[in-house]
Nanobody, 125 residues
């Protein structure tokens, strides 16, 4: 499956962005989908995940209450709505997809088999 992330850009602190991740080559429905991010000089970190049905989600503590992950299976698209952005949210955001490998791997890079190319989000103060 190929993943294409988009929607990044430059936004002021306190602003909002919505990222999209479109899958091609295979339907999203059977996969767990997640967003990760990587800030300059830092390791890639988990942001949010959503299960196959879209009914169960999980978030990193740093984004809980500000970010919302959702999916539209008919459009093979997963979204990440990001509100109240701050400069610490500046990073390249990646979407990832994978089969379910257990609860303890939902927030790990190794829990995902397919990765998109990333989209840059820059938040100015």
């Amino acid at each position: 499956v190929q993943l294409q992330a988009s929607g990044g850009g430059l936004v002021q602190a306190g602003g909002s962005l919505r990222l999209s991740c479109v899958a091609s080559g295979r339907t999203f429905f059977g996969f767990i989908i997640a967003w990760f991010r990587q800030a300059p000089g830092k390791e890639r970190e988990f942001v949010a995940h959503i299960n196959r049905s879209g009914m169960t989600t999980g978030y990193a503590d740093s984004v809980k209450g500000r970010f919302t992950i959702s999916k539209d299976n008919a459009k093979n698209t997963v979204y990440l709505q990001m509100n109240t952005l701050n400069p610490e949210d500046t990073a390249v955001y990646y979407c990832a997809a994978g089969s379910y490998k257990g609860e303890n791997r939902l927030r790990m890079l190794s829990g995902y088999d397919y990765w998109g190319q990333g989209t840059l989000v820059t938040v100015s103060s």
